[in-house]
């Protein structure tokens, strides 16, 4: 069995569907791992229960302790980690733990957006199709200067 519905919408809400350990925006690409898993006898409950990007899950779950390399997550690393994450998002003002970053991509998209519209950039680049081989000299190039 797997994590009720009241227990994973719970989970994904505290976690804003961000990984708890590289803390990702995963958004519908997340999974839930039992932090114990049930063949050691753990249970489908929210404190057993940690949001996860497809990469950590992989990571999490692929240590093989018959060939140990690195140093495998313990329980109650994983614990510590999701519980921290759950308490950055409950404390956060950020609608989204990532809105910071999109600001600052639409000051600079915007930016670069009026730089090649004010000065031809894109009309030059639509004008000329730069898919074939075309000949330096008309790019005006001086080499060896």
């Known amino acids: 069995m797997s994590f009720s519905k009241n227990v994973s919408d719970n989970v994904l809400v505290d976690s804003k569907r961000c990984c708890t350990l590289c803390h990702k ?3 519908f690409k997340i999974e839930l791992h039992h932090i ?4 050691d006898g753990g249970e489908d409950t929210y404190e057993n229960c ?3 990007c497809f990469d950590c899950h992989a990571e999490v ?3 093989n302790p018959n060939h140990p390399k690195g140093k495998k ?3 109650n690393e994983l ?3 999701r519980d921290r994450w759950f308490k950055k998002v409950k404390t956060s003002s950020l609608v ?4 910071k970053y999109l600001v600052l991509d639409r000051e600079i998209f915007q930016t670069i ?3 090649i519209y004010d000065d031809g950039t894109i009309l030059f680049l639509h004008e000329h199709n730069f898919a074939h081989a075309f000949e330096l000299e008309r790019l005006n190039l001086t080499y060896g200067s």
Do not use: R, T, W
């Open 25 to 27: 925006f995963c958004g």
């Open 36 to 39: 114990k898993q049930k063949a």
């Open 50 to 52: 940690i949001p996860l």
């Open 61 to 63: 779950k692929s240590y």
């Open 73 to 75: 997550y313990s329980e």
């Open 79 to 81: 614990i510590m980690h």
């Open 96 to 99: 989204n733990v990532d809105e």
């Open 113 to 115: 957006k009026k730089a």
